[in-house]
């Protein structure tokens, strides 16, 4: 089923450093590649339009898990990681931030000059998609960054967002070219955003009658457009609360990386050498590229893989982040060549986290959690936009389930 609807997030202005924007784009092009080897192409636009899997991708990259800087920093780690292996990957990213953005005619018509899909058409999506939610749906949020994928056969999505100077909150709007019939009533597979009230929405499905009288009186006829909304409104407070995680998805994963260790499985013996804390980065990203659309409800529970670069819930562990990456990026690559025992154990982690749910109970001591995370983190090469982490003075124990 198409899904329609967008998603409100707190207004962020600081920057991402080198040393995260570096692995964000190592990292998103192995999660990438590993979808399209397992599902395809038109899988990875799918999930890209989900607002809900968007900002879990987000957050699993390091960046903070509900700001609007995910927006922008995720979409241009994966142009650059993506756009050099079209050939191999068949999938396109145009646009951007700002004067990237109205660059994404001129990359359309280049990209369909190259391959030859319609390029002249794919402008016009990109255009009328922009137009739609910067006049037509008119909620008080200007766009400043629009981005366009397209895939080898030309189906497409697009990620662009909007800033209230107002309200201090930007709006990120998700469309997907499946099933879109018309671009005037609720074409959107997902907008992120605060409701703001009584808004003028010629998008609407409600707006039929206003835009038929509109359009007759410039003598035309308005399409139709059928379509579902999907919301996503994230938290103003930074931190990350117990009440924006699922504990019993949460403590299942980590009681099964941290206690019980899946070493009695054989195809996690694949694995064998990597310690709980690499363990618990992986089922997460497991979980991104695995998972179905039901396990994106929380995105917050998704920086416990890989923290925030700001230090919510805890420093960016960069030894880990890059065993991450080496661990998946060898095991796609093994995957090429039909050695998919290592891609498979991955698989698996996700798995056996769905099962190890069933009967898990959790405990109160979330914030503890996040305590222990921050105190270990300088063993992991912890890092935030503000420095690298020390050591803390004296460390306590604590049972994590």
Not at 56 to 80: E, F, P, Y
Not at 103 to 117: H, S, V
Not at 371 to 396: C, H, I, M, N
Request: proline share 5%.
């Amino acid at each position: 089923m198409k899904r329609s609807g967008s998603a409100d997030l707190p207004l962020h202005y600081g920057y991402v450093p080198k040393w995260l924007a570096e692995r964000m784009s190592k990292l998103g092009f192995a999660i990438t590649e590993a979808i399209v080897a397992e599902y395809g192409t038109s899988e990875v636009l799918r999930r890209l339009s989900d607002p809900f899997w968007f900002q879990s991708l987000g957050a699993v990259m390091g960046m903070d898990w509900h700001s609007s800087g995910i927006t922008t920093s995720v979409m241009g780690a994966l142009k650059s990681a993506i756009n050099p292996h079209y050939r191999d990957l068949g999938i396109y990213i145009c646009g951007g931030k700002g004067a990237k953005s109205r660059n994404t005619p001129d990359e359309l018509l280049k990209f369909g000059e190259r391959t030859g899909l319609n390029g002249i058409d794919l402008v016009r999506c990109s255009k009328l998609s922009a137009k739609v939610d910067n006049t037509a749906v008119q909620d008080g949020f200007q766009l400043y960054t629009h981005s366009f994928i397209v895939d080898k056969n030309g189906l497409w999505t697009v990620v662009q967002q909007g800033m209230s100077q107002g309200s201090s909150m930007a709006r990120r709007y998700h469309w997907h070219s499946s099933a879109l019939k018309s671009f005037v009533d609720e074409p959107h597979t997902g907008i992120c955003g605060v409701n703001q009230g009584q808004i003028l929405n010629l998008a609407a499905a409600g707006a039929a009658p206003a835009r038929e009288t509109m359009m007759a009186m410039a003598a035309e006829h308005p399409e139709r457009m059928i379509a579902e909304a999907r919301k996503l409104v994230m938290p103003a407070h930074h931190d990350v609360k117990s009440k924006d995680v699922d504990l019993k998805r949460l403590g299942a994963m980590l009681w099964l990386t941290h206690e019980k260790k899946p070493t009695d499985f054989e195809e996690l013996l694949l694995l064998e050498g990597m310690g709980p804390r690499t363990l618990q980065s992986l089922a997460l990203v497991s979980e991104v590229i695995y998972g179905t659309p039901a396990r994106f409800t929380d995105p917050a529970r998704f920086s416990f893989a890989h923290g925030g670069k700001d230090g919510h819930p805890f420093p960016v562990p960069v030894k880990v982040y890059d065993e991450t990456i080496s661990v998946l990026s060898k095991a796609v690559q093994k995957a090429k060549i039909g050695q998919s025992d290592k891609l498979q154990a991955i698989q698996k982690l996700s798995e056996l986290s769905y099962r190890a749910e069933k009967n898990f109970i959790p405990n109160d001591n979330f914030d503890q959690l996040i305590q222990k995370e921050r105190d270990e983190s300088w063993k992991y090469g912890g890092k935030t936009v503000f420095g690298d982490a020390k050591p803390p003075k004296g460390l306590g124990q604590l049972t994590l389930f």
